[in-house]
């Protein structure tokens, strides 16, 4: 491990949509002053703000051109970074383990490390949560990280190749995403627009032959939002033609599609599991830190551990029950939270440093925007002037573009994230609307 500056170290492990912010923002006040030594861990070299990931499976983003490189943000923030998969903890000599790393032929690459640390923050984020259903894990796509979002993409090229070749090929793809919360509803209506631009550069005959089919448990879609949000966007689901299924529950997943337990099966020659979320394995039973049946941590309001005032944990992976005007609520798991987190530990752990009281978190809902693609969103946004509008639309949608915009405001500053809006919108009237291989 590196030299010890004898200054205090705050490690924060996971530099996604919060943890990254946090170290940006610790590096530029005390990493910057020298008052503590903030070191990033994170299993990858480069940050993609999950959000994102469903406009990369559809082929809509190229991922590679709105990832940043650990390594380059540490330099221009004053904190350092460490790849590593942390895979355990020692509570009292205060260090992490970060798990051996091999490259894709198995040779190893690094050994088993530790790293010491003062304080600690965890952020390493969630995954999708299966529930166990059977056949799950073998015959669906996941949403998880950039590799599985492209491997759904690259499904999709595949099966339209021969189109192009002027072969014979199936007649029609049949794609079902299970789960239609934001996630699912927000991939399918994604994959729709794919559908349609794959028609206009020749990969499919006509816009018919995607069957898109969205499958729900509960009896609406987007059953954590308000229902007005949902009756808005299944309208808007019903106008392009996606087939939602609510009220089905999935008993397991087979080669050819799924079965549901009223004993019907979907047929589909591409299934997407995008129902549900929990947090890493390695986070139950982490040196006896107190963890939900989901992984996540319990965190008090100071989003300090409940066993380990050293300890913090900030979004996916952490659960927060705050006090709220209608009882205790537990903070959601969603960028924002995630953002907000990020705000207030950047804050509490300069107190900290200074021995001063930790600050409790409070949740501002701003709202629910979802994405039905590039001209269109549904949701509602939440002000201390206005109340709880409800949006739709092109504006809707510019408010949905703006909470990308804030996470690189953060990350970037003001000029740089201009300069990076500029790129774009040069980007997109050069290159095709989708990617295509
Ligand atoms: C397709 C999709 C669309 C979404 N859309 C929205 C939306 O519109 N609005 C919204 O509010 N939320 C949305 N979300 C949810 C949002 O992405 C998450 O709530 C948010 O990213 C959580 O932030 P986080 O910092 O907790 O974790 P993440 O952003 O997931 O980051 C976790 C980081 O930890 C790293 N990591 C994981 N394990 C380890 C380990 N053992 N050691 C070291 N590093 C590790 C990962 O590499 C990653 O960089 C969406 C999610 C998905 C998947």
Redesign the pocket.
């Known amino acids: 491990m590196h030299k010890y500056q004898g200054l205090h170290r705050i490690v924060i ?8 912010e946090l170290a940006t923002r610790l590096g530029r006040t005390l990493g910057k002053k020298k008052k503590a030594e903030i070191l990033l ?4 070299m480069t ?1 993609i ?3 994102l ?2 406009e990369v499976a559809a082929g809509s983003l190229n991922s590679y051109s709105d990832e940043l490189n650990y390594l380059a943000q540490a330099n221009w923030n004053h904190f350092r970074f460490q790849p ?4 355990g903890l020692n509570r009292d000599k205060q260090i992490i383990t ?1 798990a051996p790393a091999f490259d894709n032929t198995g040779a190893e690459l690094l050994p088993e490390r530790t790293i010491h640390y003062d304080s600690l923050v965890i ?4 995954h999708t949560n299966d529930f166990g259903t059977p056949g799950a894990q073998e015959h669906c796509l996941f ?3 950039r590799e599985q979002a492209e491997r759904i993409h690259h499904h999709l090229i595949s099966r339209s190749l021969h189109y192009v070749s002027g072969e014979e090929g199936p007649q029609r793809t049949n794609i079902a995403v299970i789960g239609a919360g ?2 699912g509803v ?2 399918t209506a994604e994959l729709h627009n794919a559908a349609n631009l794959m028609v206009r550069y020749g990969l499919e005959q006509n816009s018919g032959e995607m069957q898109l089919t969205l499958v729900e448990g509960s009896d609406r879609v987007l059953p954590a939002l308000p229902k007005r949000i949902s009756k808005g966007v299944q309208a808007q689901l019903n106008k392009l033609g996606i087939h939602t299924l609510t009220g089905t529950l999935v008993s397991e997943i087979t080669a050819d599609g799924i079965k549901t337990r009223s004993g019907e099966m979907i047929k589909t020659d591409l299934t997407i599991w ?1 129902a549900g979320i929990k947090g ?1 394995e ?1 986070l139950q039973n982490l040196d006896s830190l107190e963890s939900n049946r989901i992984n996540q941590l319990i965190v008090k309001p100071t989003l300090q551990t409940t066993q380990d005032e050293n300890i913090f944990a ?4 952490a659960s927060c029950t705050i006090s709220g005007k209608d009882g205790d609520f537990t903070i959601p ?6 953002h907000q987190q990020a705000s207030l530990l950047a804050k509490n752990l300069t107190r900290k440093l200074n021995n001063q009281e930790l600050l409790d978190f409070k949740y501002r809902d701003h709202g ?4 039905l693609s590039s001209h269109s969103a549904v949701g509602n946004l939440m002000g201390n002037l206005m109340g709880d509008v409800m949006l739709e639309g092109w504006m809707a949608r510019l408010f ?1 573009l703006s ?1 990308y915009r804030l996470h690189q405001m953060t990350l970037y500053g003001f000029w740089r994230t201009g300069m990076l809006i500029a790129k774009d919108l040069l980007e997109r009237s050069t290159t095709p609307k989708l990617k295509l291989h």
Do not use: N
């Not at 861990?41 to 990858?44: F, K, P």
């Not at 590593?84 to 895979?87: E, K, L, R």
């Not at 952020?123 to 969630?126: I, K, R, T």
């Not at 798991?333 to 995630?338: F, I, K, L, M, V």
């Open positions: 492990v996971g530099g996604g949509a919060g943890g990254l861990v994170d299993a990858r940050h703000w999950k959000p990931l469903h590593g998969t942390m895979s970060l952020s390493v984020g969630s949403l998880d990280s934001a996630t927000e991939l995008a890493p390695f900030l979004g996916d992976c798991p969603r960028a924002q939270s995630a629910s925007l979802i994405s949905y909470l």
